[in-house]
């Protein structure tokens, strides 16, 4: 009987995927999950959940976050303490993707 080779989720790398709700940014996160990535995709609409749920198919550990980046309180909720596993693991992120059509400037906070 053969058995898995596949890392485990301390083993696997991390990619960010901003807009992985639908579209372009939603293939993106999908390509990171089947290249053994694991993922934190966020969007600003509840699609991002669905989008989640379809890609922990591939096998890697996903957390998703409604939130709308373009603004100081969605980063807030983006990097809210309460999601302190995220953020341990966003701090060894080897990809980040964005699928969005705006550009942060700057944010102050």
């Known amino acids: 009987m053969a058995t898995s080779k596949r890392p485990s989720s301390e083993q696997r790398p991390l990619a960010v995927v901003i807009g992985a709700s639908t579209g372009i940014g939603y293939e993106l996160a999908r390509c990171c999950a089947r290249a053994e990535f694991d993922l ?60 969005t059509d705006f550009s942060i400037k700057s944010l102050s906070m």
């Open 40 to 99: 934190v995709i966020a969007a600003d609409e509840p699609k991002i959940h669905d989008a989640a749920d379809d890609i922990r198919s591939h096998g890697v550990d996903v957390i998703a976050v409604e939130a709308d980046l373009a603004t100081p309180e969605g980063v807030g909720n983006f990097m809210m303490p309460s999601k302190a596993d995220a953020f341990r693991r966003f701090l060894q992120m080897q990809a980040a993707v964005s699928a």
